[in-house]
């Protein structure tokens, strides 16, 4: 069986400076549903930080190659 794999990034901008709010929970989740209905799972997540502020999410997803 072979996979295929993606990413998707979710940038926060959270600095001292940003007026962003820290995660659109509505845009994650709509994205999260629109993912495993074309049968990918999530796999891993992981942070990107700078100087201890957490720039980014990364979310790594696999389903069988088609």
Known sequence: MQ????VRKIDL??????????I???FLDN???ELG???WELIDSTTV???GTTM????VFKRVRQ
């Open 3 to 6: 996979y295929e794999y993606t």
């Open 13 to 22: 901008n959270t600095g001292l400076f940003s007026d962003k709010e820290r």
């Open 24 to 26: 659109d929970i509505q």
């Open 31 to 33: 994205e999260l549903a």
């Open 37 to 39: 209905k074309e049968g």
């Open 49 to 51: 930080t700078n100087l």
């Open 56 to 59: 980014q999410v990364v979310y």
